[in-house]
């Protein structure tokens, strides 16, 4: 069983909106922390967002703040990620990721992660 399963990818306009969603199973224990990070082919894999289970502040790349937005609901054990005013630069490959804590995790180094879901934004 996967432990992180992510949906919600697509296609999607510049200027349009995502939301992609990643369930947890019951195999993410002693992790306190969830992100979001893509990766493009060639490239090596991006921070976009991250925040813990237990809700309080969120972290964002430069390059997504003000447009995207990370929430968790802890009682489904998902995480999800609204993505707004989109552009083509956001077109990857994005992955969900559980980590011990945010500081750690926002360094790519995660416990569990999801198989990814391709995001493409057309212009």
């Known amino acids: 069983q996967v432990p992180l399963v992510e949906s919600g990818g697509g296609l999607a306009q510049a200027g349009g909106s995502l939301r992609l969603s990643c369930a947890a199973s019951?195999?993410?224990?002693?992790?306190?922390?969830m992100g979001w990070f893509r990766q493009v082919p060639g490239q090596g894999r991006e921070f976009v967002a991250i925040?813990?289970?237990?809700?309080?502040?969120?972290y964002y790349a430069d390059s997504v703040k003000g447009r995207f937005t990370i929430s968790t609901d802890n009682a489904k054990s998902t995480v999800e990620l609204q993505m707004n005013s989109l552009n083509p630069e956001d077109t990857a490959t994005y992955y969900c990721?559980?980590?011990?804590?945010?500081?750690?995790?926002?360094?790519?180094?995660?416990?569990?992660w999801g198989r990814g879901t391709q995001v493409t934004v057309s212009s």
């Open positions: 990721a559980a980590g011990v804590t945010t500081e750690i995790l926002r360094n790519g180094i995660g416990l569990w």
């Open positions: 019951g195999r993410i224990s002693k992790t306190n922390a």
């Open positions: 925040m813990n289970w237990s809700g309080g502040s969120a």
